[in-house]
């Protein structure tokens, strides 16, 4: 019988993966009953939400083909489309790509840990679980304030289009359409009456769910960033006392095989589920020194009362030696969980940097027949400001993941590893030199995500702007 | 130097505490800048000179408001807005600057406090010739406040005369105002204020005003950026100092033990041995990778095998301590880049954010209007001050990343093949670390180096030929 644990990286994302859930993500795992029944009730209701949300796609993009003959409603009507494209394209790129999301998640449920240094952990665990949540309160009040926002100037203004004037060719007309927030073609009567108040419903429902739906996943890349920048935190900040403490440390390297092998059979953690050969590749063995016992197995050789050459008993050299083991342990952990989220998000990001670049260039196009500041100003810089927005949230945690992991180095180098043993030395210059190059998430090998994209993207934006007004 | 001068050769020298950036800080001291009480903040001296501070900055906010107004009351003009846009501008990007300052004026004097006297100033010299690299830096920096200064003030003294010049006669009463043709009062910089300005005392008034701003503006502005620069150009110089120290490490060596020795009381045995130990760089050292002497010749005196060995182990250690020193002196430098990299960050974001606009908007403006001689002379300066508002910060932002560098390559000429393995691993872990390039940024987004400048000057081209087309059109 699967026992559901809420522990690991499940745990401290629980509020996402619930509305992630609630919105109609096919995340149907991560639930007390996985009978049978309720499993085809959770998938019966992902699969109609996702339905809904093709079919009105399917309906504005209809819109689109019947109004493509005016060159501002068909601008208009393909940015919307390809705004609302990063929804769906999400959505089923999340169905489709389940197995590897779930492996994502899991990677942090076998995590080692230290009698010295768990305190700091923990406390940089709680600012990393904390700073998620808030990421996720900001995120969902945006979504909410949008979504009002689309609703609300909706109702402001002429709920009219220009079409040419079926008896003068040369005059246009104003011909109404539905006050909708969305235009999209239904095959009854949306102007008035029950067929308006179905489709008004429709509409509001459609745009609550595809605006979280693209934000979503996002903020859940995002809330992985901010975990790995807290862990890289944390092993910064104890590489000063690791290094003080190995300060008198013997040269000698003693066998530390056997020191770790022997500690009771009770302790074995079996790894459940997760990531398999990959994370167990990591650890050499299994055991969580929060167990350690010193007086066992072949510890219990060791005289307990006698003293190095430089003064530390036996146990404080086997602790020393314990400490870098969870330093190097838990920076290859940290390593592999980088490149478990980039094998996950890297090609949703690819398309999104795809759709949003064309966005972006529709609506330069717009913003130079912006006249006075009037409905359509603010829908032009509403579309633009939203679509940078979504850039910017994954641009600027990309980015410090860049900058955290590549100062790793920086807070080796400036600790006093002079003083310390051979075998500190060793250490701080493997870390060093593995440490040069900053762990990055790239979307396909493409582009990495960085603020320098963001910054490439406004540029290339403002440049369209210019050459366009120019061309006007 | 032969063995018999040892103990003469290497006078020690007394580090000696130079005053470094004197003249940038007396200029910040003027405007408002630089509280020389930020140690001690219960003496009314410091509530006072906060208060200067804070008046300096609303009197540049009120002058910003008064020239945004003026933008806005004379849209359309486009051959003068430019020059007052330039000028709004640059009002902005200074009280932005005053107040990042502000905001951070403990931080910024206790790193510089580092430089002045501090860990980074004399305690880490060992020798005269690091001491004239110092002076050299320092005497860099002066030079290049001084020419930015004598620049600014001969535009603002320009500007200044042409106000006079237009204004002169009505305010001599030399003219009859009723004539027609009669030339208007003009300020010094194009403002809009509620009030009559072509009232002689309001124009005397508000001319006083403008003299005092077209006299501090430029003071807290071009003071700001030379003593950033001023902090950034200093870096540098510690970089080769550091450079410097790694190439004579062999020298300090020495001089670490004749400093032990001069202590200790020296026996005769510890005479013969120190005297074979220390020798001119120019022994041959062919024989001593199979005989694995450390920094030593070539062993001449199987008798005293105990002393020399010891000795070898001496200069071993002395090397390595001075290495250590050298690992010191470079944690402080890069914790003192970091610590310009974060204090400046933002304001340097600002700055390059509006300079490719500030070029852009005066080449408009010299291009377009028709005017000659003075006029032309002082826009044309003007054009100068804008370049050098980026340019010694991109320059020295290279050279920056090129010293940090260069380190790396020093350690390669220290003597690492005859050392110990202790001495070739603490090697490896500087120069992994060196080799990571050292970067100034504007906001993280613009890196401090030539090449950022010339995308700003490709950029503020694209401007210019869009406000060409605007105003053709």
């Given at each position: 019988m699967y026992k559901f644990r809420l522990h690991g990286l499940v745990a401290d994302m629980w509020p996402l993966i619930r509305i992630m859930q609630m919105t109609g993500f096919f995340l149907l795992d991560y639930h007390e009953d996985m009978s049978f029944g309720w499993t085809s009730i959770r998938a019966g209701y992902a699969g109609s939400i996702s339905g809904l949300m093709v079919i009105q796609f399917a309906l504005i993009f209809i819109n689109l083909m019947k109004q493509s003959d005016d060159v501002n409603d068909l601008t208009a009507n393909t940015i919307t489309v390809l705004f609302f494209v990063h929804s769906l394209v999400k959505f089923f790129y999340f169905a489709l790509r389940r197995g590897k999301f779930y492996r994502t998640l899991a990677t942090w449920n076998n995590a080692n840990s230290h009698p010295l240094f768990s305190e700091n952990h923990s406390r940089h665990h709680a600012t990393a679980v904390g700073s998620m949540r808030r990421l996720v309160m900001y995120v969902g009040i945006g979504i909410i304030i949008s979504g009002f926002a689309w609703t609300i100037i909706t109702f402001v203004g002429d709920s009219v289009h220009e079409i040419p004037d079926p008896e003068n060719a040369n005059e246009t007309i104003f011909e109404e359409v539905p006050r909708l927030m969305l235009r999209s073609w239904y095959p009854w009567n949306a102007l008035s009456g029950g067929g308006y108040v179905v489709s008004f419903v429709i509409q509001i429902l459609w745009l609550f769910l595809a605006l979280s739906h693209a934000m979503m996943m996002d903020t859940m890349f995002c809330c992985w960033l901010i975990y790995t920048c807290q862990q890289l935190v944390h092993l910064k900040e104890i590489m000063k006392p690791l290094m003080e403490l190995s300060a008198s440390l013997d040269t000698l390297v003693p066998h530390s095989a056997e020191l770790f092998r022997a500690v009771s059979a009770t302790t074995n953690n079996p790894i459940t589920s997760g990531d398999g050969d990959g994370i167990r590749a990591i650890y050499s063995n299994q055991h969580d020194f929060s167990n350690f016992r010193l007086n066992t197995g072949a510890l219990a050789n060791i005289n307990s009362g006698s003293v190095g050459p430089n003064g530390l008993t036996k146990k404080q050299e086997v602790l020393v030696r314990s400490a870098i083991k969870y330093w190097v342990e838990r920076h290859k952990h940290v390593v592999r969980f980088v490149s478990n989220i980039g094998d996950t998000y890297g090609s949703a990001l690819l398309l999104h940097m795809l759709i949003s670049t064309v966005t972006l260039t529709l609506l330069a196009y717009q913003a130079t027949k912006i006249e006075a500041a009037n409905v359509y100003a603010c829908t032009v810089i509403g579309y633009l400001v939203y679509t940078l927005a979504q850039v910017f949230l994954f641009c600027f945690f990309g980015n410090r993941l860049i900058e955290e992991s590549s100062s790793v180095m920086e807070a080796a180098y400036s600790c006093q590893w002079y003083d310390g043993s051979e075998e500190a030395k060793t250490f701080i210059q493997i870390v060093c030199q593995q440490c040069q190059k900053a762990m990055s998430i790239s979307g396909a090998k493409f582009f990495t995500v960085s603020l320098d994209l963001f910054a490439s993207v406004l540029g290339a934006v403002v440049t369209y702007f210019m050459v366009l007004v120019q061309l006007n | 130097?032969?063995?018999?001068?040892?103990?003469?050769?290497?006078?020690?020298?007394?580090?000696?505490?130079?005053?470094?950036?004197?003249?940038?800080?007396?200029?910040?001291?003027?405007?408002?800048?630089?509280?020389?009480?930020?140690?001690?903040?219960?003496?009314?001296?410091?509530?006072?000179?906060?208060?200067?501070?804070?008046?300096?900055?609303?009197?540049?906010?009120?002058?910003?408001?008064?020239?945004?107004?003026?933008?806005?009351?004379?849209?359309?003009?486009?051959?003068?807005?430019?020059?007052?846009?330039?000028?709004?501008?640059?009002?902005?990007?200074?009280?932005?600057?005053?107040?990042?300052?502000?905001?951070?004026?403990?931080?910024?004097?206790?790193?510089?406090?580092?430089?002045?006297?501090?860990?980074?100033?004399?305690?880490?010299?060992?020798?005269?010739?690091?001491?004239?690299?110092?002076?050299?830096?320092?005497?860099?920096?002066?030079?290049?406040?001084?020419?930015?200064?004598?620049?600014?003030?001969?535009?603002?003294?320009?500007?200044?005369?042409?106000?006079?010049?237009?204004?002169?006669?009505?305010?001599?009463?030399?003219?009859?105002?009723?004539?027609?043709?009669?030339?208007?009062?003009?300020?010094?910089?194009?403002?809009?204020?509620?009030?009559?300005?072509?009232?002689?005392?309001?124009?005397?008034?508000?001319?006083?005003?403008?003299?005092?701003?077209?006299?501090?503006?430029?003071?807290?502005?071009?003071?700001?950026?030379?003593?950033?620069?001023?902090?950034?150009?200093?870096?540098?110089?510690?970089?080769?100092?550091?450079?410097?120290s790694l190439r004579n490490l062999k020298q300090r060596a020495r001089q670490l033990l004749q400093e032990d020795t001069g202590c200790r009381k020296t026996t005769s045995n510890c005479k013969i041995s120190l005297s074979s130990v220390a020798v001119p760089e120019s022994t041959n050292h062919t024989d001593n990778h199979f005989k694995r002497a450390k920094f030593c010749p070539e062993a001449t005196e199987p008798a005293h095998e105990n002393g020399f060995l010891n000795a070898k182990a001496d200069v071993d250690s002395k090397v390595h301590k001075a290495l250590v020193e050298c690992v010191r002196h470079h944690q402080q430098l890069l914790l003192f880049v970091s610590d310009l990299e974060d204090m400046f960050s933002s304001m340097m974001f600002f700055q390059f954010l509006s300079i490719s606009l500030r070029i852009c908007l005066i080449i408009f403006h010299i291009t377009m209007s028709d005017d000659e001689g003075l006029v032309q002379l002082t826009y044309l300066q003007i054009l100068c001050v804008s370049f050098l508002q980026g340019l010694p910060f991109c320059w020295y932002g290279s050279d920056l990343t090129y010293q940090s560098e260069c380190v790396a390559r020093a350690m390669y000429e220290t003597p690492w093949l005859e050392g110990p393995l202790k001495f070739r691993r603490s090697l490896t872990i500087i120069v992994t670390r060196a080799q990571a390039p050292l970067r100034l940024t504007g906001g993280k987004i613009y890196v401090m180096s030539l090449e950022t400048f010339q995308a700003m000057i490709y950029a503020s081209f694209s401007f210019f030929k869009l406000l060409q087309q605007l105003s053709v059109s």
């Open positions: - | 130097m032969s063995r018999g001068e040892l103990s003469t050769s290497l006078p020690a020298y007394q580090p000696v505490n130079h005053d470094f950036l004197a003249i940038n800080v007396k200029v910040m001291y003027l405007v408002g800048q630089w509280n020389g009480y930020w140690q001690d903040k219960r003496n009314w001296r410091y509530s006072a000179y906060l208060g200067y501070a804070v008046f300096m900055i609303l009197v540049m906010t009120v002058h910003f408001i008064s020239e945004v107004l003026e933008l806005y009351v004379s849209w359309g003009d486009f051959t003068n807005f430019a020059s007052t846009a330039w000028f709004a501008n640059n009002y902005g990007a200074t009280i932005i600057k005053q107040v990042f300052i502000l905001a951070q004026a403990d931080r910024i004097q206790s790193v510089t406090q580092r430089l002045r006297g501090g860990v980074l100033s004399s305690g880490l010299r060992w020798s005269k010739e690091q001491d004239e690299i110092a002076r050299n830096t320092n005497r860099k920096t002066r030079f290049l406040s001084i020419a930015y200064y004598a620049i600014a003030v001969s535009s603002c003294t320009g500007l200044i005369v042409i106000s006079l010049r237009t204004s002169y006669r009505q305010l001599s009463g030399a003219a009859n105002l009723t004539e027609v043709g009669a030339d208007t009062m003009e300020l010094p910089l194009r403002a809009w204020f509620p009030v009559d300005m072509q009232n002689p005392q309001n124009f005397l008034l508000l001319f006083g005003f403008q003299l005092f701003i077209v006299a501090a503006g430029p003071m807290i502005n071009i003071g700001t950026d030379t003593f950033i620069t001023g902090l950034i150009i200093h870096a540098c110089g510690e970089f080769r100092v550091l450079k410097k």
